[in-house]
């Protein structure tokens, strides 16, 4: 039948936010201050938090796509971030998630109000979850809270508003979800927790390596893998672990390149 195979084509998972180039000199030891330390070696990567998501779900095995400034030459210059113009231009359909890395709040606002509408006007298989990262301390990425199914936060921005623990945080942020959201909160070393949209707290320890060597995009990794669970229909603790897992094998690598294998047997 003609367009059978289009109309089949899985959905994909889209990541709008930041990529840059991260530049990582590995010493032989953290520098004291005012001095010199000879770099043992050097590295130029692709970054950025929404990029390396990205780079996590496509290793996972999620469809998915990325939204964000690139520029011409090798190295970025003060390029703007995606605007509601921008991002008006895309076509909903081809989504079933759609994930913001907390930035140019504003227009995000703009951006989540469009998935909305669109929302309002599709029958449930069809609309598309939203998910957010506020990781920055920044009183404008707070108003991103009630406007996303999935709320990731940070340790920096519950610190920063007053809680020491995922757990506090989770009790004392809940109350700015909508209803039926999610709030996820990763804390390094410590796991991560999440409260469900019952208010059932969770946890998850973490995952260490055998050898720590790399913790450069963890949180976007635990990111990416708590997406590409909850996108296919896990459960939120299984989501939760998984993120932990997936994120503690990253840290026993340098970047993400030889780490494909590694992460499908997680």
Not at 11 to 27: A, F, M, Q, R
Not at 61 to 77: D, R
């Amino acid at each position: 039948m003609e367009g059978q195979g289009e109309h089949h084509k899985p959905k994909k998972i889209l990541c709008v936010g930041l990529v840059c180039l991260d530049i990582i000199s590995v010493v032989d030891a953290f520098p004291q201050e005012d001095s010199d330390s000879r770099c043992v070696s050097q590295r130029w990567q692709r970054g950025g938090n929404a990029s390396n998501s990205c780079t996590v779900l496509s290793l996972l095995g999620s469809p998915c796509a990325f939204m964000g400034s690139l520029c011409a030459g090798p190295v970025a210059s003060n390029i703007p971030d995606v605007t509601c113009e921008d991002f008006s231009a895309v076509d909903l359909s081809a989504f079933k998630w759609i994930h913001w890395e907390g930035r140019n709040a504003d227009e995000q606002l703009k951006m989540m109000a469009e998935v909305a509408r669109y929302n309002a006007a599709s029958p449930p298989q069809h609309r598309i979850v939203v998910s957010v990262e506020i990781e920055k301390p920044r009183e404008k990425l707070y108003q991103l809270f009630p406007h996303a199914d999935v709320v990731f936060v940070s340790k920096d921005v519950a610190r920063h508003l007053g809680f020491h623990t995922p757990q506090s945080a989770l009790q004392g942020l809940r109350g700015r979800l909508r209803a039926g959201a999610v709030m996820i909160c990763p804390w390094a070393e410590k796991g991560a927790d999440a409260v469900d949209a019952d208010g059932t707290l969770l946890h998850s320890d973490a995952f260490p390596p055998e050898r720590l060597l790399d913790t450069l995009g963890a949180g976007d990794t635990f990111n990416a893998a708590v997406i590409h669970k909850l996108a296919n229909g896990c459960r939120l603790q299984d989501a939760l672990t998984f993120g932990c897992r997936v994120a503690g094998t990253k840290c026993g690598f340098h970047g993400y390149d030889g780490i494909a294998d590694k992460l499908t047997q997680v």
